[in-house]
């Protein structure tokens, strides 16, 4: 009869409707996963990317190290993306430059153009830094110039003592011992003594 048939073509028609949201459940799982692994991908690249900046923090307090930099914690210098903690060296001002200055001159990783830039960023005003670095393309970390990734995305890794002077050098212990001293004229007697007698 007519019933049988109707059945039959309503179940027809049915099986698209049934089908289609399978597929559509199945997109939904797909889209799910699909984002479980994207977030997951996200994750591992931020581990990634902190896995670097330790590396690099780490490198830059070797440098700092090695010039006898005491940093003082809570204490900041400079500006804008030159802030960094205050620090004082061990090292006497003429000795600090010169090693300051050696830094420089040694840096032969990387590229010569953007090393040109940092040193002359961390040579200016905290204005015209902000504006060297945007203009060089260079991407900050924690948006300070001491880490950072160049145009080409190689990394990049300035010691505090290269963007800002310590808050103090060691002083040089002959002035100190100068300025100690009273300037009172102290007068000292003298005995020869020769074969056992006064001379």
């Not at 690099?56 to 090695?66: M, P, Q, R």
């Not at 002359?120 to 015209?128: G, K, T």
């Not at 300035?158 to 100068?178: F, H, M, R, T």
Request: aromatic fraction near 6%; hydrophobic fraction near 30%; proline fraction near 3%.
């Amino acid at each position: 009869g007519c019933g049988d048939n109707n059945g039959e073509d309503d179940a027809e028609n049915n099986r698209p409707v049934a089908q289609q949201r399978r597929g559509e459940h199945q997109n939904v799982n797909s889209q799910r996963t699909r984002a479980s692994v994207l977030e997951g991908r996200q994750q591992e690249a931020r581990g990634g990317d902190n896995a670097i900046y330790d590396t690099a923090e780490a490198n830059c307090k070797e440098e700092e190290n090695k010039l006898g930099c005491r940093i003082l914690e809570g204490v900041f210098v400079g500006e804008g993306i030159k802030k960094t903690h205050a620090y004082e060296t061990s090292l006497k001002e003429a000795e600090f430059q010169e090693k300051k200055e050696l830094f420089w001159k040694t840096r032969t990783q990387g590229n010569e153009l953007t090393w040109a830039t940092l040193r002359l960023i961390c040579e200016s005003d905290a204005e015209l830094a902000k504006d060297l670095a945007k203009d060089h393309g260079l991407k900050l970390h924690k948006d300070s110039i001491r880490i950072c990734f160049g145009p080409r995305g190689e990394l990049y890794c300035l010691p505090i003592y290269v963007i800002n002077n310590p808050s103090k050098y060691e002083c040089d212990v002959g002035a100190a011992l100068q300025e100690d001293v009273p300037s009172e004229t102290l007068t000292l007697k003298m005995k020869l003594v020769q074969n056992d007698q006064a001379v």
